[in-house]
């Protein structure tokens, strides 16, 4: 069985600083991972995923994760947040050969100016 | 290309009725899946379709049911509603359900409300 846990219901930011969104994930064998990012009344839009190449993961918007299976960690960072970053952000896995997503309960990120 | 799209994207049912969602995938892609996303229990996987057949159920009542077509549109419907499966349902394609690589696209979901 594999879950995932994201530390922090709620980030706040300030425009311009740096954005670390943690996800810790179980799974009893090689995991696929991801990052989804859900804006106010849409669905949800993957970020970047983990599929056993790289472990330092660039994405879409400047977010990248760095797979840590010492620390089974996947978190997600951004250099400098924008205002447009304010969003609820998902962390996702999958055991790899199979699609069906378990997810974390989500971290808010709110940013200001 | 067009993506996931969902309908209807919000609808009122008061409890005791039924209701059919319906999803429409991305052209080409052949798997369907379906979640339920609630402020209490986050996202729960429903169920997965794939060349019309179910290929994984996710832990719900069998109230909750769905069937996809041959032209691998998918529709889910919820018997006797309860106010606890008022939600939002995610819809999500992929090309196929084999691996984890095959990246979920998901629609803008449609959101239930029930009274």
């Known amino acids: 069985a594999q879950s995932v846990t994201q530390l922090g219901s709620h980030v706040s930011v300030s425009e311009g600083a740096l954005v670390l969104l943690r996800c810790n994930y179980s799974?009893?064998?090689?995991?696929?991972l991801f990052w989804y990012v859900q804006y106010p009344n849409q669905g949800l839009q993957l970020l970047l995923k983990?599929?056993?190449?790289?472990?330092l993961v660039k994405g879409i918007n400047g977010f990248e994760a760095e797979f840590k299976k010492s620390e089974t960690s996947f978190h997600l960072t951004k250099p400098s947040a924008h205002m447009s970053d304010a969003a609820e952000y998902f962390c996702?896995?999958?055991?790899?050969?199979?699609?069906?997503?378990?997810f974390g309960k989500g971290t808010m990120l709110l940013v200001s100016p | 290309k067009a993506g996931v799209t969902q309908t209807p994207r919000y609808l009122i049912k008061t409890r005791g009725q039924q209701v059919t969602l319906s999803c429409s995938p991305i052209?080409?892609?052949?798997?369907v899946s379906w979640y339920q996303q609630t402020p209490g229990q986050g996202l729960q996987f429903l169920f997965e379709?794939?060349?019309?057949?179910?290929?994984n159920k996710g832990n719900f009542p069998g109230r909750f049911s769905g069937r996809q077509f041959s032209n691998s549109r998918s529709e889910m419907n919820v018997s006797t509603l309860e106010l606890g499966d008022s939600a939002l349902y995610l819809c999500?394609?992929?090309?196929?359900?084999?691996?984890?690589?095959?990246?979920?696209?998901f629609g803008a979901g449609s959101r239930l409300t029930v009274l």
């Open positions: 379709y794939f060349s019309e057949t179910q290929r």
């Open positions: 999500a394609s992929s090309l196929a359900p084999s691996t984890g690589a095959n990246v979920l696209t």
């Open positions: 983990y599929t056993s190449a790289a472990t």
């Open positions: 052209s080409g892609h052949r798997s």
């Open positions: 799974s009893s064998v090689p995991p696929y």
């Open positions: 996702a896995v999958t055991p790899s050969g199979y699609s069906t997503l378990t």
